[in-house]
């Protein structure tokens, strides 16, 4: 397949990237950055872009099979200030905006849109399964998920399939979460945070692009769909599998009030979460391989 990917040089775009190269699909690289080429040179075709206006790289859109966007501010990169909260909504509405503009210019359109999103969508649910039906939850995170995924949808106005994968809490053993929360274990101070009660819809980032390219392929797959492991745990049951996968205790949580201290709003990412369900991934017939927490933890700590 032709596959245009933007926001590919981070955690998860890195990973899809290479998946794709393995798997022989011709990739083309929007970036802002002069220097990827060199990582992925010659399996990758670099185009620049700088995510706010349509330019000579919407020629890339034109006969692809499918665009997958990925751009966006970092949402737990710097603390929640005004300024912050508006970069991050805007990175995510303009980039989006200009992928579906190209879209819509392009002769021969790509048949999916893939644009990612996030199971903040659903705000803090404290009880009860949460399938892709559940209704948008409150908070600044839904309010972002919610405009995101709207600007996305613009796109099958012009014929073109479009999936918005919510993303959970993706693990690996080379950046997203997992680092920060293993930290305190490495030091024998491991815990929970907060109540620990709340939801933590994790997912290995293994199953975030084989899922992505299951969703490309499937055609039966549109709009929204949770990408989080089947088995759901609680913060503190995630903490204590970590724990028991270390081999260190865990026994030390951080209060709320510690965390919203220090954090500010940005807290509600760790002290909020949802018992998020797979059902269309599922339903369709995608097999996670990492279904269990043990296995996925066991694995990426193996690998180090």
């Not at 990758?44 to 099979?65: E, P």
């Not at 305190?184 to 620990?196: A, N």
């Not at 084989?210 to 797959?221: D, P, S, T, V």
């Not at 709003?265 to 339903?283: C, F, H, R, W, Y």
Request: net charge positive; with cysteine; charged share 15%.
């Amino acid at each position: 397949m032709n596959i245009v990917i933007a926001g590919g040089t981070g955690f998860i775009g890195t990973a899809l990237v290479e998946s794709f190269i393995q798997s022989q699909h011709h990739v083309t690289l929007l970036s802002r950055s002069k220097h990827v080429q060199k990582h992925y040179l010659p399996s990758v075709v670099l185009k620049q872009w700088d995510g706010v206006t349509v330019g000579q790289w919407k020629d890339c859109i034109n006969n692809s099979d499918a665009v997958i966007n990925l751009s966006g501010e970092l949402i737990a990169g710097k603390r929640w200030t005004a300024n912050q909260k508006k970069n991050i909504l805007e990175s995510r509405i303009n980039s989006t905006r200009v992928l579906v503009q190209a879209i819509k210019e392009a002769e021969q359109k790509p048949k999916v849109f893939v644009s990612a999103s996030a199971v903040g969508y659903y705000g803090n649910v404290e009880q009860g399964e949460v399938t892709e039906t559940h209704p948008k939850g409150n908070g600044f995170l839904a309010d972002v998920c919610a405009v995101w995924e709207s600007e996305s949808q613009k796109a099958t106005g012009f014929g073109v399939r479009v999936v918005n994968p919510r993303i959970g809490v993706v693990v690996a053993n080379d950046g997203g979460a997992l680092p920060k929360l293993l930290m305190p274990f490495k030091f024998g101070v491991g815990g929970w945070l907060g109540s620990g009660k709340q939801w933590f819809p994790w997912i290995h980032r293994y199953d975030v692009v084989n899922g992505m390219l299951f969703a490309m392929e499937n055609e039966q797959i549109n709009g929204a769909v949770n990408f989080a492991a089947p088995e759901s745990v609680t913060m503190k049951q995630f903490c204590q599998q970590l724990g028991n996968v270390l081999r260190r205790p865990c026994w030390a949580p951080v209060p709320s009030s510690i965390l919203k201290l220090a954090l500010g709003e940005m807290s509600e990412m760790l002290l909020t979460g949802q018992n998020v369900v797979p059902a269309k991934l599922l339903d369709t017939g995608y097999r996670f391989h990492y279904p269990t927490l043990e296995h996925s933890l066991q694995s990426i700590f193996q690998e180090q």
